[in-house]
């Protein structure tokens, strides 16, 4: 079983907090780019046969700027060259403003049944800070269009820790979303990367954080708010009802297997991670050649695997499944790890509950320690 992820590079506005690959949204580019991302699936399609396809995600970037017929001819050719499970999650994440009730219904005919918003925040001064597109009314009319549209299954990112955001600010955006009735929220502390407006800016004197304190009774507040409004923690920076889980991230971290399609996608298989150019033009002049390369190719060993396991599990509430950990690796996890899971029981970050192994709510927030540890 695999998951399909599709990148769309194309942006209206390269976000100033954003590290992702993507290029500025250029609408000469989008048919040539469309009909790439066709031969490439046919490509794989030759190199893997029809396998079965559990989860199909289209991210970037911005994918709602693709014209509705482009989206719908790749989808098309997914079907027409993979096996698609009949309750397979299909979704595309889009920018507020960028998508309207025409396109959005043309999107739930096409057979898309989860629909991810880049929102980040509600107040407009904040997005226009980070360098959004949008604005909040622009926010409000795109979710309650696609609940016209008929779409049940909605996501919503945010951000806290950002520039000038106070506490009431956040609360502002976390209830906004709660009202709007989502379905799944995903919330991250901003981050700087290097090569970004925002790291520059902080570099050189010229971008106000919230200090430490302050980010931590942010997290505090997010992780005590959301599950009392029925948003329970399934991973370290998402919440959902009840059932609405995402199932394509939730592959990622069950070291399950993925294809990915288009420039800057990476596959990961048969302990192999294979990625593609990152260069727009050189992933075209492939599909023009009718054979894509790989720009990298890495084979994990052994030790590497282990550690991206634990990684990801831990990410989850879940944690680590202590037997699918003895029948992938053929070793108990004691055997590798004994003293610094036992160490970190001892300071409250871990716990072995049986079956599992994971973080406890303390671990949670101070994950990355708990994750160094599993290095080998």
């Given at each position: 079983m695999y998951s399909l992820y599709l990148h769309i590079p194309f942006c209206k506005q390269k976000c100033r907090y954003c590290d992702f690959p993507s290029i500025a949204a250029d609408s000469s580019l989008y048919e040539k780019y469309g009909q790439a991302v066709l031969q490439e699936i046919i490509q794989r399609h030759e190199e893997l046969g029809p396998i079965?396809?559990?989860?199909?995600?289209?991210?970037?970037?911005?994918?709602?700027?693709?014209?509705?017929?482009?989206?719908?001819?790749?989808?098309?050719?997914?079907?027409?060259?993979?096996?698609?499970?009949?309750?397979?999650?299909?979704?595309?994440?889009?920018?507020?403003?960028?998508?309207?009730?025409?396109?959005?219904?043309?999107?739930?005919?096409?057979?898309?049944?989860?629909?991810?918003?880049?929102?980040?925040?509600?107040?407009?001064?904040?997005?226009?800070?980070?360098?959004?597109?949008h604005s909040n009314h622009d926010a409000d009319t795109t979710i309650n269009n696609a609940q016209k549209a008929g779409f049940k299954n909605i996501s919503v990112d945010l951000m806290y820790g950002l520039p000038d955001q106070t506490m009431s600010m956040l609360e502002e955006s976390l209830n906004w979303a709660v009202n709007k009735a989502v379905q799944h929220i995903s919330i991250y502390g901003l981050q700087l990367e290097e090569n970004t407006p925002f790291y520059s800016?902080?570099?050189?004197?010229?971008?106000?954080?919230?200090?430490?304190?302050?980010?931590?009774?942010?997290?505090?507040?997010?992780?005590?708010?959301?599950?009392?409004?029925?948003?329970?923690?399934?991973?370290?920076?998402?919440?959902?009802?009840?059932?609405?889980?995402?199932?394509?991230?939730?592959?990622?971290?069950?070291?399950?297997?993925?294809?990915?399609?288009?420039?800057?996608?990476?596959?990961?298989?048969?302990?192999k991670r294979l990625y593609n150019t990152h260069n727009v033009n050189n992933y075209i002049q492939q599909a023009t050649n009718k054979h894509f390369t790989y720009q990298q190719e890495e084979i994990l060993d052994k030790n590497n695997w282990i550690e991206e396991f634990c990684f990801l599990a831990l990410r989850t509430t879940q944690g680590i499944n202590?037997?699918?950990?003895?029948?992938?690796?053929?070793?108990?996890?004691?055997?590798?790890?004994?003293?610094?899971?036992?160490?970190?029981?001892?300071?409250?970050?871990?716990?072995?509950?049986?079956?599992?192994?994971?973080?406890?709510?303390?671990?949670?927030?101070?994950?990355?320690?708990?994750?160094?540890?599993?290095?080998?």
């Open positions: 079965n396809i559990d989860t199909i995600y289209f991210g970037g970037g911005t994918p709602s700027l693709m014209p509705i017929k482009i989206i719908s001819a790749i989808v098309n050719s997914i079907y027409t060259n993979f096996t698609i499970n009949n309750n397979c999650e299909i979704t595309l994440e889009a920018n507020p403003g960028t998508v309207d009730m025409a396109y959005l219904l043309g999107l739930k005919k096409i057979g898309f049944n989860r629909l991810s918003f880049g929102i980040q925040a509600v107040q407009d001064n904040l997005l226009k800070t980070l360098g959004r597109i800016m902080h570099e050189s004197g010229h971008l106000l954080l919230p200090d430490e304190d302050s980010v931590e009774k942010m997290y505090d507040y997010i992780n005590a708010f959301l599950p009392l409004n029925n948003f329970e923690r399934y991973e370290i920076s998402n919440f959902a009802k009840k059932g609405f889980e995402s199932r394509h991230n939730t592959a990622y971290w069950q070291d399950k297997a993925y294809i990915g399609i288009g420039c800057a996608a990476h596959s990961y298989y048969q302990q202590k037997n699918k950990f003895q029948q992938t690796f053929n070793c108990d996890i004691y055997s590798l790890y004994k003293e610094v899971i036992h160490n970190f029981i001892t300071k409250n970050l871990l716990i072995d509950t049986g079956n599992f192994i994971k973080l406890t709510p303390l671990g949670m927030k101070y994950g990355n320690i708990v994750f160094e540890g599993f290095l080998l």
